[in-house]
């Protein structure tokens, strides 16, 4: 199941073409060509789904799979100091593409691989507000 207007559809199919680092019968990973790292991977199911909230769960598991697979290979091959594996669900997430996919970056201590910078600094938060939060989320 694809759709025709889907960016990603259309790359999975080979109607735009991409540098393919892996392929399964559920998923395929390819270079993202606007690259944050050297290796930055996108990792994507070949169902189309919108976003991890539709995902089926054995689409989404087979997905996180596959992207573990990248990750790894990008700390063994490309001697990464790190990876993050990111998904951005939704508009205000920065989600451009409305079909499931996590964007490997393998990290390097050497910059000029590296232009990814931490988009927000962590702080201690209002304990109260965090209980108070978490208790709403619980279930």
Not at 10 to 33: C, H, L, W
Not at 96 to 106: K, S
Request: charged share 20%; net charge negative.
């Amino acid at each position: 199941m694809s759709d025709p207007d889907c960016l990603f559809c259309n790359i999975v199919a080979g109607n735009i073409p991409s540098t393919k680092v892996y392929e399964d019968d559920e998923t395929y990973a390819f270079m993202d060509i606007a690259p944050a790292a050297e290796g930055h991977t996108v990792v994507v199911p070949k169902t189309h789904t919108k976003d991890v909230l539709e995902a089926d769960p054995a689409v989404y598991a087979s997905t996180a799979k596959a992207a573990q697979a990248v990750a790894r290979r990008a700390v063994d091959v490309l001697q990464a100091d790190g990876v993050n594996v990111l998904n951005n669900c939704g508009p205000a997430a920065w989600q451009t593409v409305f079909h499931l996919h996590f964007h490997v970056i393998p990290r390097y201590t050497d910059k000029s691989k590296d232009s990814l910078t931490l988009p927000w600094v962590p702080h201690p938060g209002d304990l109260d507000a965090i209980r108070a939060i978490g208790e709403k989320l619980a279930f």
